[in-house]
């Protein structure tokens, strides 16, 4: 049996077969586990539903979630914590990023290890990252106090977790710093991309520089950074885990993303229903977003 | 293309204290881990402990469960590693050989699942496991993560694929090889190295996974991942940051040495879905 079954594919005619076998494990276990769980998710979003169990009847549907969602003062106040935080922490990585990986992809000896350690945060996990952070920015004992005071920028000593600017200020510090290594991995890559002649070229008809970074690296550099763009954006729109630990999205609300008041709604106040309206929201959110960053170049994603 | 001397020592100082900036928390890290408590609270903050407090490291192995939350989270990390790399080699394959119909439709799918926030998915997962009565087990974690790895895992395999020469089977299956067969014996050997690579990211990915750890395990504290044990540590009063510092150590060497011996193959892995 198993011999035949073989032989089948391997005629021509039947080796597209192959294809779909090969297939099959991952498409049904993405069904599963991802497209299922996603079908519940926008099914509670309309019931009013606290702790869902799928061994209850379902409840009538409602367009409740979605009511009470779009007409909350929190919800808006998260979407624009979310802005805010997406922008500075996007711009500020690849300010960084940029930096670094122009820096390293120059020839001098020790590049190898610079490259590493330019890109060491990469490797630290987000739950370490916080610790860190929170350390540094202790209000007691910390250096970053110590610092301000010390070099006179501040008079007195700060407590970042306790007010809404400063604790804004450490969560965006921390996402930047596990954030940046990405956005330099991706530069450096694109940057090996480009053939030595083009300087050579250019040079040899008198570009400065300057000239050389805006007519050959930043255009070759492009379709590279859009997409990094995207996936940065996406992560800081998705991180759960750093504002979690670092604030819980606190104080008042600052740091409060939407992805932190889904899992607020959720797991703090056992709101199901209402917390998968916000999460789809979200989703929208994410997808509308990459596809207008990335508009027909979406495919080159994958 | 020669710099002079001037230009040299600019470049070294500029790349010397870009990295000393960038990498100063980790160097942080260590520091707190080996001071004392007395040191920690002192004003000028101590910047080289004297003497280091080594022992730290070992009274937390002792007094935490360290190694058991290593353990759980390796357990966790090896499990979805597994079942994401068993599914997604097969699916990489498929979609880089075979021109399956709607081949092109799961990868705009799984590029959306890409996009998915955990915390959402989070939600009916927990609702999932609760029916069948998965909430504590480790195996929430291994089916989990999974959700975050396959999407990941199955294009870069799909990428990795593509680089190696059609050619190749072509002539294991004219020497009497089946497609099966010549996939098995000839592409997967061939593509070791993409596959070690591919397995890590994935292994880092679970790794760092805290969201998931917190909801599901959280009742259930023998099988706390590291991540999850290390945020139980931050007291509301009182924390003692040298022995938090201490444990952050264990639970980053192991991606850190990881990141060190391969960072070539991750980064590889990494820029292979976006470079096209």
């Known amino acids: ?48 539903v606290g702790i869902a169990r799928l061994d209850q009847p379902r409840k009538e549907f409602t367009l409740v979630n979605y009511k009470r969602l779009f007409s909350s003062a929190e919800f808006w106040y998260a979407c624009w914590v979310t802005l805010k935080l997406v922008t500075v922490v996007t711009a500020v990585c690849f300010l960084i ?32 990252a916080v610790v860190i952070f929170a350390w540094i920015f202790d209000s007691s004992f910390g250096l970053m106090n110590w610092i301000l005071v010390t070099s006179g920028l501040s008079e ?45 070229a250019a ?33 800081v729109f998705r991180d759960f885990s750093i504002i979690k630990v670092l604030t819980d999205g606190g104080p008042v609300g600052a740091t409060t993303t939407l992805s932190i008041m889904t899992y607020e709604q959720a797991f703090g106040f056992f709101n199901f229903g209402y917390a998968s309206a916000v999460g789809m929201v979200t989703l929208v959110f994410c997808v509308l977003a990459s596809l207008l960053m990335l508009g027909h170049r979406a495919k080159a994603m994958y | 293309m020669k710099r002079t001397l001037a230009q040299s020592i600019r470049l070294y100082l500029g790349v010397g204290v870009v990295c000393a900036i960038l990498i100063f928390p980790i160097y942080w890290l260590f520091i707190t881990a080996l001071s004392t408590t007395l040191e920690l609270k002192a004003l000028p903050p101590t910047f080289w402990p004297d003497p280091p407090q080594w022992q730290t490291f ?6 935490r469960p360290i190694l058991l939350w290593l353990a759980n989270s390796t357990i966790a990390a090896v499990g979805s590693v597994v079942l994401s790399m068993f599914v997604s080699v097969l699916a990489g394959y498929s979609l880089s050989r075979f021109h399956v119909r709607g081949g092109n439709s799961m990868g705009l799918f799984i590029l959306t699942a890409k996009m998915l926030p955990a915390t959402l998915l989070v939600i009916p997962l927990f609702s999932i496991f609760r029916s069948v009565g998965l909430i504590g087990s480790i195996w929430s974690l291994i089916i989990a993560h999974s959700t975050l790895i396959i ?61 998931y750890a917190r909801t599901f395990l959280t009742n259930s504290q023998n099988n706390w991942t590291a991540n999850l044990g290390i945020t139980t540590m931050r007291g509301e009063y009182v924390t003692d940051w040298n022995e938090i510092a201490a444990v952050s150590v264990f639970v980053a060497i192991p991606i850190v040495v990881i990141y060190l011996f391969l960072e070539r193959y991750l980064v590889g892995g990494l820029t292979a879905g976006a470079e096209k």
């Not at chain 1, 032989?7 to 497209?35: F, K």
């Not at chain 1, 940029?98 to 630290?124: D, E, S, Y």
């Not at chain 2, 070992?58 to 007094?63: C, D, I, T, Y």
Request: glycine share 6%.
């Open chain 1, 1 to 48: 049996m198993t011999s035949r079954f073989a032989l089948d594919l391997a005629r021509p005619s039947r080796r597209h077969w192959l294809g779909y076998i090969l297939l099959a494990p991952a498409v049904i276990l993405v069904a599963l586990i991802i497209v299922y769980p996603l079908v519940v998710s926008l099914d509670l979003s309309f019931q009013k």
């Open chain 1, 97 to 128: 990023g940029l930096g670094t990986a122009l820096l390293v992809n120059h020839k001098f000896k020790g590049k190898t290890v610079a490259r590493l350690l330019v890109a060491l945060p990469w490797a630290i996990p987000e739950v370490i």
């Open chain 1, 156 to 200: 007195k000593m700060i407590s970042w977790f306790s007010q809404p600017v400063p604790a804004f200020s450490v969560v965006s510090v921390v996402l930047i710093w596990k954030g940046y290594p990405f956005v330099s991995i991706m530069t450096l890559a694109g940057l090996q991309s480009i053939p030595e002649d083009f300087y050579s």
């Open chain 1, 203 to 235: 040079k040899v008809d008198g570009a400065n520089a300057l000239q050389r970074l805006r007519y050959i690296t930043l255009p070759v550099l492009m379709p590279v950074l859009g997409v990094t763009t995207v996936l940065v954006v996406l992560w």
């Open chain 2, 58 to 63: 070992a009274k937390v192995a002792e007094e």
């Open chain 2, 151 to 211: 999407p990941f895992t199955t294009w870069m395999l799909k990428g990795y694929f593509d680089t190696i020469p059609k050619e190749l089977e072509q002539a294991a299956m004219v020497d009497g090889c089946s497609p099966l067969g010549a996939m098995v014996r000839v592409i997967l050997p061939v593509s070791a190295p993409g596959l070690a690579a591919t397995s890590l990211y994935a292994f880092v990915l679970s790794w760092a996974d805290y969201a």
